[in-house]
């Protein structure tokens, strides 16, 4: 299961949104009492499907940068 360490500034709902999950499948995984309050340091669990940001290959993201008119080197 990947996981995420929460850093200054985050939120569940942006954290839900760039993993592709809900703020409630957050709250259910971490057993999170209140979905407002996350701490600096926190490691949270990710749902099982959702891709750790430390396994993104090059060829991931290379349509990326392709949509943006990023030109790669790689």
Not at 38 to 64: A, E, W
């Amino acid at each position: 299961m990947a996981t995420y360490t929460v850093k200054k500034g985050d939120t569940l709902w942006a954290l839900a949104k760039k993993y592709n999950t809900t703020v409630n499948n957050l709250v259910k995984l971490n057993d999170i009492d209140d979905p407002d309050f996350i701490v600096v340091g926190q490691v949270l669990r990710l749902d099982s499907n959702t891709p750790s940001t430390t396994n993104t290959t090059k060829s991931q993201t290379k349509p990326i940068l392709k949509l943006f008119g990023i030109q790669s080197n790689t």
